[in-house]
């Protein structure tokens, strides 16, 4: 997703710091509200993806869903759709903005989560869980080795937030 909605002027009037903190070895926090999960891969443009077997979950960071706000709506594809590395597959609507979300890797679509369109805050409250957005099957297993790894996402978001 090219999102480009940074920190709100109240995270700067509050000086949120990004510190990093372990809270436990499932995860390490680069902001105080932002987690970032081992054993994912990460997009610049702040998708993850967690390939396990034939298939890949994808969704979005919980660095987005921040960003982002109150998600209000989801747009899926189609399962049997296929995706390529970069490209858009779906867009998030949030109170403040609508992002186009972009795929990690490319192949066919397997499945959507239908519960999104019944409660698309799901994104919000577990980003990583229940907030998944598609399945996929991936079509070159290669394109994973130019995601991020955890700790290359966290001091990505770190310089991209303080750039701003």
Sequence with gaps: MALRIWASSTANALKVSAKSTSVSPAFS??????????GLKYAKSHEWVKHDGPV????????????????VFVELPEPGKSVAQGESF????????????NSPISGE????????????????????ED????????????????????????KFCEEEDAAH
């Design 29 to 38: 926090l680069s902001r105080c509200f932002s987690s970032v999960l081992e």
């Design 56 to 71: 890949a979950l994808i969704g979005i960071t919980d660095h987005a869903q921040d960003h982002l706000g109150e998600v």
């Design 90 to 101: 779906g867009a998030v609507e949030s109170v403040k903005a609508t992002s186009d979300v």
């Design 109 to 128: 679509v397997v499945e959507i989560n239908t519960k999104l369109s019944e409660t698309p805050g799901l994104i919000n409250t577990s980003p990583y």
């Design 131 to 154: 907030g998944w957005m598609i399945k996929v099957k991936p079509s070159n297993a290669a394109e994973l080795k130019t995601l991020l790894n955890p700790k290359d996402y966290t």
